[in-house]
């Protein structure tokens, strides 16, 4: 219960405490799934604010629900600030079946304790449907316990956002700050809180309600489908169908058909009509991928598609209208593309309407334990195994590793290291050897510097990295911005002050 405490109390984000809460309550207490309810006193109403479920699906359903601050079990222990244990919630009068069917799953047995500080109570923290028999009341006596902590944290990161919105309300130049200080945006398939990641999510919001071209970039592997799935699925056409084609696995020859479909006797083989992709995807969203593996030719065709709404099926005479949202997502530099003559600079203006870049696994570390500990909860629970955590010396080999191949490499290690665990908690010997001989190169984190016994001349040691950098690019200031993290304002003045202009 101190770890606990502590894990919960070291951090200001209510997101990520409540999650850091539920997590630790699904694996104590052997549990199909853990949520916090909490009161929305305006409304009167009762939401899921997070939930950790071991039934694909449910967590993102649950929240979507709200209802009645006086409705269900829940509802009854906000009212009366009781705990309760309920053995069998179909015998229970006060138990509201309306959760169950907006998501689909049956709830058989809960723990519901009230989430109470200062005299009042905010919420509730549930457990539901144990794996292994029956609850008891030591259960509850522990989820109580564990409730007592984790209401004092949400207090205390309300009162704090609180505060920082109300100072910051008077004076104008306090605007900007308030940014990073509200609630943390989240969806349910993307998980990670660094500041590149809620940077992405900001772009994402404003576009849910459009049908905007989207070009998402990044390296292979950073999660780019995901975004997209996101996007069609939180958008106008959720209830349209999503149909998404990687332009670099299909053979140029029969990308076209794939993409327009084509009419019996198109080509030798072609017995009957096949509707393509732009066809399969109406009213719904097309998600195109590595879009800058398609061919000149293609390109061609696809940039008439986007301009007149229409297409032909090979083989065939009849116009068909298309009505499809594009996602499209590339591992490419387009503009580099376009400067070799490989892609088309005006297909390329029609795609980058709304640009959304994800950021590489090594710039958001942050988030890299967090996707690990979701990885071996899904894989644990794939492959019927207790697998619930890292040691120190396996959590430590997977923050310094650089990881090329980003998130999709990062479930890779964590699928093999759950299949090769033989606890609880995933150990070195789990790894990849490639992880445990990595040896890092030249960083600020970790090992790489060290500060000498004799101290160092911090101003001489910046005058030198910014020399080096100055050689390295032949002066280019935006390539030295980009190697040393500095504005050109601020290369500018730290270039005056070392005196390091070219001569």
Known sequence: MYDISQSICASSELDRVLQIAIQRAVALLEVEGSSVILLDEKRRELYFQVADDTRAGVEGRLREVRFPADRGIAGWVVGK??????PDVDRDPRHYRGVDVQTGVKTKSLLCVPLRTRGRTIGVLEAINKHHGPFVPEDLRFLEAFSNPLALAIENTQLVQALQVTQGRGSPENQPLQQPLGPTLRFETLIGESPKMQEVYRLIEPILQTTVTVLITGESGTGKELVARVIHSRGLRARG????????????????????????GAFTGATRRKPGRFELARGGTLFLDEIGEMSPTLQAKLLRVLQARTFEPLGGTQTIETDVRI????????QQLIAAGKFREDLFYRLHIYPIAMPPLRERTEDLLPLAHHF???YSHEFRKEVNGLDREAAELLLRYEWPGNVRELENV????????????V???????ALREHQPGP???GEAFRLPPGGISLAGLEKQLIREALERTQYNKSQVGRLLGLSRTQLRTRMKHYRLNRT
């Open 414 to 425: 964590l699928t093999r290291a759950v299949l090769l665990c033989p606890g609880t908690v």
């Open 443 to 445: 960083s600020w984190r």
């Open 241 to 264: 169908p999503f149909v998404a084609m990687n332009c670099a696995a299909i053979p140029e020859a029969l990308l076209e058909a794939e993409l327009f479909g084509y009419e019996p």
């Open 327 to 334: 996602l499209a997502a590339t591992n490419r530099d387009l």
């Open 376 to 378: 071996l909860h899904t």
């Open 81 to 86: 600030g009781i705990s309760i244990l309920v």
């Open 427 to 433: 150990t070195a010997r789990d790894v990849p050897p």
